[in-house]
């Protein structure tokens, strides 16, 4: 990301200085458009950071948040909320699970499958139960998820670590069975079906299969952070569907809300009953406001053909970007599934966010090498090939470039 500039004053200097921010402010958008302070236009290419997933001032989604904005925003866990139960069944019938957690945010939906985790330990008689956890992987910011993450830059300055992690590779089984058998403290595995911020790694087809019968034969929780991944992304609504397998547990928070915070753990037979009254809890999980925000925005998705769409525009730039970049040797890998995209360049490209930006195209680059494209699911055939317009350029002078 780009270094703050020491010499010019920071238009937020009251803002803790936690990103490295663009020189843009983005004041309005519709569809998948946003303008900023001083009129200039972008294509949203990112979405938020696959958040807005109906893209911005949806004409069906406006009206659904104003009406429950003017009804009740927030009423407290101390009370029913049957919006709660509206998601929580529609949530279940999409996964073919049985219960869900509502909370803000993913590092909390992930706090709390690792709660959930370590209590289904203890409830089995292990004292010190460990979670298997993946090189690379995110999973969030707090003191735990930040351990269970796989990047020593989210660590560094914030040791002791939790612990009760064993790390390993990724979309590898037998490194799996090497901790089953050395390792009786193991109680779950916990990773994104496809990694994000590690750089858009999918889990293969088969590996997950695998997990999935390791979990059932150990007795262990298949945990899946979907937080970036889930919500339709992919083209269908998790991204472990396409492997045929369903978890034990699953994170969901970005997409859900199209904009409005959420998350949400999902939890099928083996981890549905692991807590009582008393043994988690938030004050804002759950409000009417977000429940709200997560019915419309799957209700949405099916009304206006998201998951289709997001597998078809998808399939589109994927396609695009094997035949522009086909004989590039700066580009190494084109990575995803649906409208989760990575291109991995062989050299690091965070200067592509302003130059980007400057072309009109909003995108993000994630472990330093990788491009990263999440646009909102809504993106229509000429949008995705107006990115394939403006970035392929950028990428080949970039790549052209001898300083880059
Ligand atoms: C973004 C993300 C998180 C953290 O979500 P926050 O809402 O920022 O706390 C966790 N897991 C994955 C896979 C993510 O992409």
Redesign the pocket.
Known sequence: MNAPDPVVASPMPHVMNTYGRLPVALSHGQGCWVWDTRGRRYLDGLAG??VSTLGHNHPKLVPALQDQVSKIIHSSNYYEVPLQETLAARLCELSGLDSVFFC???????EAALKLARKFGHDRGIERPEVIVYER??????IA?LSATGNPKVQAGFGPLVEGFVRVPMNDLAAIEAVAKSNPHVVAIFL?TI???GGINPSRADYLQGLRAICDRQNWLLML?????GIGRTGKWFAHQWAGIRPDVM?L??GLGSGV?I?AVVTGPRAARIFGPGNHGTTFGGNPLAMRAGVETLKIMVEDGLLENAAARGAQLRQAFETQFAGLAGVKEIRGAGLMIGIELDRPCGALLQRAADAGLMISVTADSVIRLLPPLILTAAEADEIVRILVPLVKAFLADPKA
Do not use: M, W
């Not at 992987?137 to 707090?142: E, I, K, L, N, P």
């Open positions: 950071i696959a803000s945010t993913g590092l909390e939906a992930n992987a995110f999973h969030g910011r707090s998820t994104e990694q994000g911020e952070d979907e937080v970036q991944c994170p928070a970005k915070p998350g």
